[in-house]
């Protein structure tokens, strides 16, 4: 590493696998956790006081649905006594009477919403849920009359990104003070759907032009933050804000990860919260080392002006189309393989005819062939 | 688009609050003080943190003016400007309240 080991400032928590919805863009990974592989509450409750010690300040809770959790009250209290600040991200769906306003009460400080549409049937097709959208409404009015802020968080893929004004439209109406319009980012069950997912330049290119007209247009009233898509993209994100830079993630079982798809790196062995303190973890992780700081860089990066801009990118993203977790994000324009970013869209378009959503669903214990899980 | 609300722009007589988003507490890790929003983490210097902690929704910015020139012996109409432009940026990020 060429500079100091910072504390981490964020920690997602992935409380549970389980969730009502089977987004196939996912971005838990294709093996996903049963029930009996969480951690119990007095395990998470140790590993919040073990990261506010080292210096973490948010928490996201977050799944699955991490509203399934029994807990989940109890976990937000602590963390709130602990001073840190929680963020719950659900899908606002089946969240029993009185549930969000024991959250509120225990100290949560944000709440943050998916939509999977802005019309109700877009909603229920994606998250393959009969009246998600309905609940998902209900859930923002209940979030908003217990006095929490909230956060839309609309996931944008092709069969969704004509939607983005009136996304924008129903993060207004529902009081919504901030809107997340992400494009998916394909890992997980993303990638595992991509062709069916990847929508094309030309409306990607509308979606940036109204994004952009809205943000100024409702400064003041909504922030809107755009997750731009890293197919269409000439520079990688910082992913995760660099990798073990200032935020971790955990799984359910309390594996610590740099992100949500480092375990698709095979060359990595990721500890469990339990074997080892956090702060060890953090420190000393052989996996949390391998690509922290900027000492790990070839070239590109390693000469390059933004190396402490976006940190190399995303290492999943060169595995998954360079084949090599340590090249540069395919997504920079100085990556060799760049030029394979724009083939895959262009053959993704080629072999998905319009109207095709023959999604692999989001399952936990689903068969790897995938072919007994497809829509019909 | 149809907003609940409309942009609010700083006067002399708003009453700037931090919103219940939004909230500055000391990290005894990184011994300063942190400003926690929804999704990021923001570092202000001393002088925005002068400003901030006096957001208390019953000082106005008048107020808030007076008492930064008088602590930082400072012209007031600079401060005027400097802290008018802070709370129209934050509040532009609904980081503040007016």
């Not at chain 1, 963020?87 to 029993?96: F, P, Q, R, S, W």
């Not at chain 1, 309905?134 to 092709?158: M, Q, Y």
């Not at chain 1, 993303?190 to 007209?213: G, S």
Request: hydrophobic residues 40%; glycine residues 6%.
């Amino acid at each position: 590493m060429s500079e100091a080991l910072l504390p981490p400032i964020g920690m997602l928590a992935e409380l549970t696998h389980r969730c009502p919805l089977r987004c196939p863009y996912c971005s838990n990974p294709l093996e996903l956790l049963k029930a009996n592989r969480e951690l119990d509450t007095q395990t998470w409750l140790d590993l919040f006081s073990q990261a506010a010690d080292l210096g973490v300040l948010q928490v996201h809770l977050s799944g699955g649905e991490p509203t399934l959790r029994r807990d989940l009250e109890q976990l937000i209290a602590a963390c709130s006594a602990l001073g840190v600040y929680t963020n719950l991200i659900t899908a606002g769906v089946g969240i029993a009477e009185g549930r969000i306003e024991a959250f509120a009460e225990a100290g949560l400080d944000h709440l943050q919403l998916s939509f999977q549409g802005a019309r109700p049937a877009t909603t229920d097709r994606i998250g393959n849920h009969q009246g998600s959208h309905e609940k998902k409404l209900e859930t923002a009015h209940r979030a908003r009359a217990a006095g929490l802020p909230l956060t839309i968080n609309a996931p944008v893929h092709r069969h969704n990104i004509e939607e983005v004004p009136e996304f924008i439209d129903l993060a207004l109406s529902l009081d919504a003070e901030r809107l997340e319009i992400a494009n998916v980012q394909y890992s997980g069950w993303a990638l595992a759907n991509r062709d069916l997912l990847m929508p094309d330049r030309a409306a990607v290119d509308r979606q940036a032009d109204i994004v952009a007209a809205a943000q100024e247009q409702l400064a003041g009233i909504m922030n809107i933050d755009f997750v731009t898509p890293d197919y269409f993209a000439i520079y990688p994100k910082p992913c995760m804000g660099g990798w073990a830079r200032d935020a971790f993630m955990v799984t359910p079982d309390g594996t610590v990860l740099p992100c949500h798809a480092a375990q698709t790196i095979p060359s990595l062995r990721f500890e469990r919260f339990g074997d080892r303190s956090l702060a060890e973890i953090w420190t000393d992780s052989p996996a949390f080392n391998a690509f922290r700081g900027t000492e790990w860089m070839r070239e590109p990066c390693r000469s390059c002006e933004r190396r402490e801009v976006d940190w190399g990118g995303c290492r999943c993203q060169a595995l998954a189309i360079v084949g090599d977790a340590a090249a540069t994000d395919p997504a920079c324009i100085k990556s060799t393989a760049h030029a394979r970013m724009a083939t895959l869209v262009d053959e993704t378009r080629r072999s998905n005819t319009a109207g095709d959503d023959a999604f692999m669903y989001r399952r936990i214990g689903r068969n790897f062939d995938g072919g007994n899980n497809r829509r019909r | 688009m149809t907003a609940l609300c409309e942009r609010a722009i700083v006067s002399l007589r708003s009453a700037p609050s931090l919103p219940r988003h939004v909230r500055i507490q000391y990290d005894p890790v990184r011994l300063a003080f942190a400003v926690l929003s929804p999704e990021k983490v923001f570092w202000p210097n001393d002088i925005s943190l002068d400003i901030l902690r006096r957001c208390d929704g019953q000082s106005t910015v008048e107020r808030i003016i007076a008492d930064l020139a008088a602590d930082y012996d400072a012209d007031p109409q600079d401060v005027a400007d400097d802290v008018v432009a802070f709370l129209q940026e934050w509040s532009d990020k609904l980081l503040v309240k007016l």
